[in-house]
């Protein structure tokens, strides 16, 4: 049919505007620090790595050695601004539409980066496919359990 788009066209529009929404989501981010009961001002991340960690890569070979050089550019930047990394809150998460997952073995200062299938960050459960699958299932289950909740305060079975 003329004038319909193919089913991979909508799919790789879908993946792009999901990525920018990702990035805008996690990038240009306020933060404020707290030094005992000091409270900074509010200011915008303007710089850093997290710019580099949202690319779009086409060559699944060059995916690797990008990720390798964010990660580089990651260390730098937190030993220059005597930051840390919690790798025990670290999830390494690719974003494609591809069927076969990417065998990644990321690492950050020689220290492996665990790959996960969905992980939730700032309230929001991203999966690999982008489906919003588990973020819909999350909410639905804490909708219901506050529901069970109210049921249970108002008398009703």
């Known amino acids: 049919m003329e004038g319909v788009p193919s089913t991979e066209t909508v799919k790789t529009r879908y993946l792009s505007k999901s990525f920018n929404w990702i990035k805008g989501f996690l990038c ?18 303007k710089t850093g ?4 960690l949202f690319q779009k890569v086409n060559a699944v070979k060059s995916i690797e050695t990008k990720l390798s050089a964010a ?32 065998d990644l073995q990321p690492k950050y200062k020689s220290i492996q980066i665990p790959l996960c299938d969905n992980f939730k960050y700032l309230g929001v459960t991203f999966d690999r496919k982008l489906t ?26």
Not at 28 to 45: A, D, E
Not at 81 to 93: A, F, G, P, R, T
Not at 138 to 157: E, F, Q, T, Y
């Open 28 to 45: 240009q981010r306020s933060f404020r620090v707290r030094y005992g009961s000091s409270l900074s001002k509010s200011k915008i991340l």
């Open 71 to 102: 990660l580089n550019v990651l260390g730098v930047w937190c030993d220059a601004n005597n930051m840390e990394v919690n790798l025990n809150k670290s999830y390494c998460l690719t974003f494609s539409l591809m069927h076969r997952t990417l």
């Open 132 to 157: 919003w699958k588990h973020h819909v299932e999350d909410i639905s289950n804490r909708a219901m359990k506050r529901l069970s909740a109210l049921k249970r305060l108002a008398g009703a079975r």
């Open 49 to 52: 790595p997290h710019k580099m």
